[in-house]
């Protein structure tokens, strides 16, 4: 019998499952999308259960009949995103509050100059414990429910192992917890004043743990067949980075999915940030050590490429862009801003609005589309920049993974903005292989020692000029005052 790893990476907008072996290699695939309710201008929204239901089908996608061979399973997610469900039955007691939404702007207005450095984080509607204290002013029914203990709190990391633990475990590793201005760098802990100034009882939140060891075990009857233990659990930008370049100080990575999130790793020192970076763990270890690492937060970037397909109908795949980009020679001077939800690092600012600028007689959607491939890299490379002048330090290239780094001319548009390499995976399932990575950690399995079928992206497309970008968020910016 063959000893296998299941890796579920449940991001944004679908649920991805790998299976892997012993010499990591890709036995068995799975994915299935699940659907985003926005019932308000700038309100984003998931259905737990549905976010339940495409993990059971991308599982089942990718182990088949092989659920017997499954020794561990890694779990990554996407982060921030609040979810509250019933401990007995495991319904969700509410839509769950997506990271991208941005209701809670008020309230961090509200609560500006609060100190919550000791966070590592910023105020911002991004952040778990808003939406838990917009919930405890807007709905007394479901906040009730969260007082009396018969409804849990969490991420969608801590909802999804109370599901494939039948409800027996509520959990959240530190990566994760570290995403949720309730946790202080420092102690590795629920802060108590945090809890306090956001309203939040200490009994409905998880247990913080390490993000590997043995951790939880799966409950067969609730999870098809699987009773392995849970033994890696990582925010997905955490998960990427470790599956992208282990706990190496100075590694950094680049996600680009839905948003995009720049990463570096910091060892075991807690970055000292400023600006619009932020400070967050990168991963606990079983004998209570933690890696750290700063990061920028890219709210919208494939976001954007699926507003493009779905909101404008320009495109009627995502992986269509590339083509159609590729028809003309640059963007023509038309400038896209896809602050669809706000602006997150470097400039963090929740009321800037979306702004296409540069327009003409002569504008075609493909010089849209290309608008829209350079605005990705441009914010990019805006975090590197502030990043690299805050630590004195030039990153010899970037590390790119997810969805959207399978996207060619993005890559390409990205190194020139950069102007240094980009270094991509063949297999852009980074998070989802860093996952897996964590659970072979807690089984004890070797290392991975060598990181293959990397290639070089070169310099060499042309880009809109950068400060006609720096003049367009500032158009965005006033636009949404």
Request: proline content about 4%; overall charge negative; aromatic content about 6%.
């Amino acid at each position: 019998m063959t000893d296998l790893i299941l890796a579920i990476d449940a991001g944004t907008t679908g649920v991805t499952a790998l299976v892997i072996d012993a010499d990591r290699q890709v036995v068995g695939r799975g994915h299935q999308d699940f659907p985003q309710y926005f019932p308000r201008p700038g309100w984003v929204e998931q259905e737990p259960s549905e976010i339940w239901g495409a993990l059971l089908v991308a599982v089942g996608q990718a182990v088949g009949d092989r659920g017997s061979n499954i020794v561990g399973v890694g779990v990554t997610n996407q982060r921030e995103t609040l979810v509250i469900w019933d401990r007995k039955t495991l319904g969700s007691a509410r839509p769950a509050i997506v990271w991208q939404d941005r209701r809670t702007s008020e309230i961090c207005s509200r609560l500006e100059g609060v100190d919550i450095s000791r966070t590592g984080l910023r105020l911002d509607p991004y952040f778990t414990a808003t939406k838990i204290m917009w919930v405890r002013e807007n709905e007394p029914e479901v906040w009730a429910g969260i007082e009396s203990g018969q409804l849990a709190v969490g991420t969608v990391d801590s909802y999804l192992i109370s599901r494939l633990t039948a409800g027996q475990r509520h959990i959240t590793d530190a990566s994760n917890a570290s995403r949720t201005l309730l946790y202080e760098l420092k102690s590795g802990e629920w802060d108590a004043g945090l809890l306090d100034l956001f309203g939040v009882p200490r009994h409905a939140l998880a247990e913080i743990t390490a993000s590997y060891g043995e951790l939880a075990l799966c409950d067969p009857n609730a999870f098809l067949g699987i009773g392995a233990p849970i033994c890696g659990l990582a925010g997905d930008q955490q998960a990427a980075l470790f599956g992208e370049a282990g706990t190496a100080p100075g590694s950094a990575a680049c996600a680009y999915g839905t948003g995009s999130f720049v990463l570096v790793n910091t060892g075991l020192e807690i970055p000292t940030i400023s600006g619009g970076l932020l400070a967050t763990v990168a991963l606990a270890h079983p004998d209570g050590r933690r890696s750290f690492a700063s990061e920028g937060a890219i709210f919208v970037t494939g976001a954007a490429v699926q507003w493009f397909r779905d909101g404008l109908g320009l495109i009627a795949t995502s992986s269509e862009i590339e083509q159609l980009a590729r028809t003309v020679p640059d963007s023509s001077g038309v400038v896209f801003v896809p602050a669809l939800t706000g602006l997150g690092a470097p400039h963090w600012d929740p009321s800037a609005r979306g702004a296409i600028l540069g327009i003409t007689r002569g504008t075609t959607r493909a010089h849209f589309a290309r608008a829209l491939l350079e605005s990705i890299a441009w914010q990019v490379a805006d975090v590197v920049e502030m990043m690299e002048s805050q630590s004195n330090v030039r990153l010899p290239f970037l590390g790119a993974h997810g969805g959207a780094s399978t996207n060619m001319l993005l890559c390409q548009l990205q190194a020139t903005a950069l102007q240094r390499p980009v270094h991509r995976r063949r297999d852009p399932e980074a998070t989802a292989l860093g996952a897996a990575e964590l659970a072979a950690l807690g089984l004890g399995w070797p290392a991975l020692t060598s990181r293959e079928d990397v290639e070089i992206i070169s310099e060499g497309e042309t880009i809109v000029a950068h400060d006609r970008w720096q003049r367009a968020i500032e158009a965005a910016r006033l636009f949404g005052e």
